[in-house]
């Protein structure tokens, strides 16, 4: 079984059918546009839960300005707590070794086989696909809900998972783009721009009176 750190986030019983919405991510801060994917995502594809999962040991991306996985959860856990249907869950972060998809999506079959899943990525995120670990099972598990990017071509991302012989095993949501990323919040915070405008409420105040990401 696994579960968030705090009680109110505790996924205790995926054993359920309906459509399930994956969203992982660094969420190193999350941010507003992460919140309009869910919506978007939850709307588009009549999901009936979405479990967001902050990496634990992210591989593949750049651990500057980490705050630490612990740090990440709660950031989590302030940025979607009001979203009806949403849950934060610690699985990656309390397994040990690098965070792969594909193990967090085998974890989650195991408990719910009766659940359909669906992946949901960034555009730039989907793009890359083909070089993410064991592609081929991740698409056995689940479709992959992709939320556009800028810069990144539908086109692109399509070409992808046709090589892959899964075309069918993609879905695109159709949101405006959101001009927002991490790694930019955090750019701002080390120049010392506001970013609270970016953030949703509870995790700029976080952000501010812990002095994450160096902000004092």
């Not at 509870?202 to 812990?210: F, G, H, P, R």
């Amino acid at each position: 079984m696994w579960s968030a750190v705090t009680a109110r986030y505790v996924t205790d019983d995926l054993g359920i059918a309906g459509q399930l919405g994956v969203f992982g991510s660094s969420f190193n801060p999350p941010h507003l546009a992460h919140v309009a994917v869910i919506d978007a995502a939850r709307d588009q594809l009549g999901l009936d839960r979405v479990i967001v999962v902050p990496t634990g040991d992210a591989y593949h991306k750049d651990s500057a300005g980490e705050p630490g996985a612990a740090v990440r959860l709660r950031l989590a856990e302030a940025a979607f707590a009001a979203l009806d249907g949403v849950e934060v869950s610690s699985i990656e972060i309390n397994r040990d070794g690098p965070s792969y998809t594909c193990d967090t999506l085998e974890e989650i079959v195991d408990l719910s086989p009766d659940t359909e899943i669906h992946l949901i990525v960034g555009a730039d995120a989907a793009k890359n696909f083909a070089g993410w670990h064991r592609p081929q099972r991740i698409l056995e598990l689940g479709k992959v809900a992709v939320a556009p990017r800028s810069g990144i071509a539908r086109e692109d991302v399509e070409s992808v998972f046709a090589g892959l012989g899964a075309g069918e095993r993609v879905e695109f949501l159709e949101m405006p783009e959101v001009a927002i990323s991490s790694s930019q919040i955090r750019q701002q915070i080390a120049g010392g721009e506001p970013v609270g405008h970016l953030l949703p409420a509870k995790v700029a105040q976080m952000i501010e009176n812990e002095d994450r990401y160096g902000t004092d």
